[in-house]
């Protein structure tokens, strides 16, 4: 998708608000530089009041007056929130959990998605709104549904059952193969007929691991299903226009590598909590995740709070001046739209009291002030928005691998792979290094390294990429309880890790699970003495040379950091989970071997740095998350487009303070 | 109602004893001063064993012998404990959770409140009681049912959800105005027709909050149905017997304000947890509610423990002198009877280690030996029975209000209206001021000072009398989040506390909750320096004057506490959560220019006083909750009604003792 | 039944893996010194992969196979793990909960004990494989089922309603005695119909106390009515050859005491944590308890781990040489076999990460070497196969009274049976002083000292017993909160402890439950201090002395604990939980009266000693759970079986090591 501007608006729901009010919002937009909405996201009920009878006049005339002030339409299908009508002619929309409760009308987000009912009506009224507004000049873009797999990311009703064993019998063919994968042998599980085969309900004791895992693989492409069928209506009626959904972060329910191919754009809903003192590590990391599922794409922060959100115990503020460092972040790590949740704070509903652009309190308050001014300030970096950014270093990422490692009855429940990326991804934002994640059967040639966290699920293309990207002159850093089990999720033969020991140089004889408390030494053959946590594997060494080695314990003396020349690359193991001065220790190394740097070294603590650029010219985004002023050095000389001041060399940045400084583009960081 | 005594008793359950042990029964009760008892609470299944064949003639015996004892009789309904049979014939009796999950006989109050066949037995078996007992000497009161909306308070069955449509159509007349007092446009919710309407069932996400409202005001209204059904058959066979149920303190489910106006008089069950060092200012708190429900009438203390209760994690025995602190306590606050559940303590059933009046020790024990000194001091205290309670201050209490402040999806979950309400009236507890609690719309006149605590939800009427009563000469403080939602819960128009702007003299731009632990510093304009905690508001000041600040945060400097002089009256705003000493700082400001004074002033910490009068007498309470003996000035002289000695001036209370002064009535405390 | 070895073995699934693997399996058992396996414990599904379809022939060739290794079998019926093809023609076969909901298919147990389909089934296929394998050599035991009640304990399908009713109808006879002892008087619960009963389902308030304990009852018997049609079977078929089943230690659903007297001998699966420093003391206290199961036979640890398990939170290896402890203190506490869960390391399903004696590492890892190393070394021990444990201690453990004890409506949450029991187990455990569990209405009169810890319900029968106990010369020691209740739950008449009162020589008259960290303290009349925790009796002393007093609180210098001489004998009373040290001094006290002494006195801390003898000799087993080399003095000579040296008075022990010194028989320990 091609960005002619910066977009910057909100959702939209002038269905909450008496007409009046319209014409109001249509000019306060102008002034604060709004150019996009999202509209329509919950009106199914208003434009569909009874099944088949369509009431679109008030959406024209809302379609028509934003055009009228220079306002483009994102418009969504309303179809994450099924009129009451239709739960009440069809109650089996509705989703059902686990233990067999069904979930009412009431909220959003009542239907199953394997509902065919649903889904009918859902495609109906997609394919009106497409024929309706398919040649409105205000019409942008598409935005189906909301936040697919928010609240409930699976439905245990008949409908469902019936489609988990369509999707089986795709999967395995026959079941003889699906009892292989799923190792029914184990407790005398098997099924002799595919109507045996349940999804996961409550059972009296641990459930079938494939079977759940297959259960989440289906229900993750159950909404990508859903998405789909919209998608092909609009691309039948309006081919030119962009589609896009709107994603949720590290979002467990749905495998989003997968799921943004079907997108000509991707979107994200991001509500970091800033009243965490890293909260921009945690959003960073969001904004690398979501550039990365289309590498090389821009994509949209379609939803953001101006200030507080409404569903956390305790709701921060957005301080003066965060909302718009939080902004900044998401343009340097490769968004071209920063929108909010919503345009105007809502007098009702279960939101009411989740900020908007325009709050309860009106013009003269500080939100309002502040949503104006980035909106007035967004078109100065108009410059930027064909350019990339672009990272030597690519953290795995891989969703199977997600929902597998974070079943029960593994050896100890401490694993848990967001946290252990974060643990890395913190390494290297804190030297304000760029980073890509990247899911393991991706092409990873570009990268100087390669940070594999607990990869414990790895099928045997992505061992072979891995494997071939070292033997090629890679560094890769892979973490224990990696390359334990298949896509089956059986145990490989050959031991633990067995896909990786020759890459690796070392095997693993066993697991030891830490108590919570306990700690060992790991002490550094250059002489550095860390704490470890949580979990230590025993390990032999074939070819590999150990770079640290446990000092307590019956392993005592066993090999804690290991690397391995393999082909023309090196492998780094660590099997044991550091503390983070350990993994500062490790990292280092690591950089220096794979020779990455920064693209400015040596800045104060909470100074962030992100590059974007294109073939000719570069864009250096610092940005002061520090309650003091600042003197910054840049590098060679620019533009700071914020300011429109030249920069030469060093920069004053006031607290909260953020430049974007033009520069030309020279060699950097990575040799 | 009138008394002619005090009453003293408990719940009586002949049926679980053999009828030897019942003439032992009475003749202990005469030796304990026992003048009432409560029968039958639980002997639905004894008095009808089948549907429509009924067993009688026990129950004469029991009342013929009560009465041959000089004992009363406040006869029940035993319409908590609908029999097996009736379950069995009708399971539809059995409530339904939101989750759709049937609560079961073998415990009590396992009926839903819209049952039609429920509620034709209940009114039934009142009926064959009344006509059975209508002429018996014995008979005194009518209690009915037991503890309304205890264990559960609502239900979800159909005959639920249908009573709940008309309930709503009563309410609303048109869907239109329903879609709008649900604010339906919010997320597409709107009903086109009334049986698409559900109760608030479990759901995917955050339900709307007016239909959670008007669901609960809809659940507390059934409860009164019920009681008025038999009510009813009460007042057309014996017009001249009172009619009571028993309450249950700061019982949510019910809005007892409004409940307490269909009853004769107030009947409360009270079980504070005397392991707690402040239980006593817990159940003052609690009388002086229940007192204030109906305004100036005498009520009853129906059921206490006369030691330990069964059913906390650790249950604390009653430590000598206790219970009858405690029990005094209620007669100073009001009550004009002192009962206990129950009699006899039970060898069977699921509370047979609740302790009773005549407990598993027998009569050889510490606790029969102090309930029946207490039952025969009592009657010295019949002067005091046509006496009240004065107060001059009011705390607000409003269940709707409640309600609608403890739904989720709020700025901060910290908010929570029973410990606020508690932080105020411990201010007055700890300075011997008797309060009234007081519904927003009621006659505000009579106080010197009203304090409302986090009034969110404010109906017009309400504000317009709050209003009134500062214009008027009243001094008013008001809390943070006060009056930001109508009756509707809708954000009110103008901004935060837009009801109130005028008299409070300022705006609130927006919220600041704060994180767990957080605090800001507040300087007042005396010089005085205090920490808050969880809520700031950043308040613009107009008319108002300033009295504390906020110290910190990107809001230092702006309003903590506000006073404003509104036509004849004061209103103080205190925008924020003070810890206990900067409300004592507070409190004092407030009453020093309210003119309020305690009756006794300058006691020693654990002195408990408290004041009945009338006309031409007053009778002044002194309870020591101190293990030490201590000398108490009393002010005039007067006689101990206790001990029968004159006091002059000064009063010796050895540790738990107590004395009630009777004295002339001069004038005290108030200006 | 009679040992002629130590068995050695696990349990084994050949159907997970290839034929191809069985061969090295056996080669494998061969030098790993297995002798028995239990085999086809989850194999329904493939000896019977439709109904009444049967496919032997694999297991055919497992069994030839195992025997031609010297291998016997402990064949199991698969009964725990109905085939999906069951459960899709009969779905009621599934449990259900007590809120109604249904248990599915998926994992394993998923069957309802009353459900006639799966009672039939069950007896079918124990039928054929009685028939198929009654003469085949490798035949050596019948395993039934697999840990009865593990993951769910009940079901409350309309099956299991209608057995409850039938269960009652034997136990009662008349619903007037079922009312009586229900208590059904209390909150009108009676019934006048059999079917108007339910199990306790949701109810809600507190359930019926006596319908929950016949609840529970009911439904521990119904799991041992489940084995016995089983055992009824193979009886007919194979007479000689012994049925067992798998027991769990501690294992609250099931009365084991009475489940084991229909076994011909008793098994454990045992899974201590042996992160915990203490797991010793839960196992020897898990072990004693098997051991009484069946006074004077030996039993068999049917299932322990290699090393790690798979279901805790973080399940902790095993480290070098703590399998081998802790086989050996099996042993020690009367087991004559060792067995595993499992024989070879899954590669998929729910326990793969479940260690194994042959790991996924393979026979290069120490578990291996562990493993068959014990295997080789266990028949040196042969001498002990028909040898017993002799205890002079006996505690008192009664399914029944743990059941009563813990429901709910108590005066404390705090009463909980098990950790009272460790409390006192310990004491004796770190005396070196072995200890048998028995039921309070068993012979007790081989016993020295008897110790009852909150015997709360107590029949007549053994009310009784434990009288003449003391009558006969016996030293009791009673627990606070014992003798409440009789066999109905209904308290006994003549105050708390009542059957106890002239043993004893008191009575009390009321409880003081404590709050959380709460303490009073103890002085002893020998002049020591203690602090005492949760409970307090309120005792008045008849002909008992006491031999300590509270010295707080308004029974301060009231007895806390009490000697009395009853007949020939010494009842010690307990009024409270004393803390470690202060049971100390009490069991110290009481042992000195008693005259019971530990085997070898004077130990270091962690010296673990236990003996088995039989008419002519001893074995002295001693363990060194430290890690550290110690001397440990053996009393008189011997030989050490396992490193078959002779030792001479004093023994030397390296860390983690363990010696069974054979001596001559020889008075000990016990006047």
Redesign the interface.
Known sequence: MKFEQFFFGGDY?P??WPEETWLEDVSLMQSAGVNLVSLGI?????LE??SGIFDFEWLDRVMELLHSHGVSVNLAT?TA?P???M??LHPQIL?VTA????????????YCPHNPDYRGYAQRIARVLAERYKNHPALAMWHVDNEYA???SECFCEHSVAAFREWLKLRYTSLDQLNFA????????????W????P????????????QLDWTRFSSDSWQVCFEEQKRVFKEITPAVPVTTNFMSFHRPIDYFKFAQLEDVVSLDSYPDT?QPDWMVHSAMTYDLIRSLKKDNPWILMEQAA??V??R?????K??GVMRLGSLQAVARGANGIMFFQWR?????????HSAML????TD???WREVSALGNELPRLSNLLSSKVEAKIAILMDWENWWALELD??????LKLIPNLQAFYRQLYERNIMVDFAPPEADLSSYKLVIAPNLYLVTGIAANNLNNYVANGGTLLLSYFSGIVDN????N?G??AAPFHEMLGL??????????GFNNTIRTTDGKQFKNT?WADVVHLNTAETLANYEQ??YAGGPAVTRNTFGKGTAYYLGTELLPDGLEWLIDRILEQAQVRPDLPNLSAGIEVMLRSDKSKEWLFILNHTATSLEVPTGKNGTDLLSGQEVNGMIHLSAYAAAVIEQERIYRGVV
Chains 1, 2, 3 share one sequence.
């Open positions: 729901n269905e909450q919950f009106s199914w009920a208003k009041p009874q309303p929130a009129p009451a009508w739960v009440h989703p233990d067999g409760t069904t979930l009412w009308h009431g909220s959003r987000r009542h928010c609240h409930i799923w190792g029914t042998a184990f407790w005398g599980q098997a099924y002799g007929d109507n045996e085969i349940q996961p309900r409550r059972t009296p004791a641990q459930k079938n691991p494939t079977q009243s200030s507080l409404n569903w115990q305790r709701n921060a503020v301080r003066p704070q809502s007098k009702f509903g279960g939101e009411m009291f709050p309860h309190a009106g308050s500080r939100t009855s593994k050896p100890s429940s401490d089956n999720q059986h145990i033969s031991g633990y095997t693993i004889e066993e697991f030891v699970p830490y108590q919570a949580f314990d019956y």
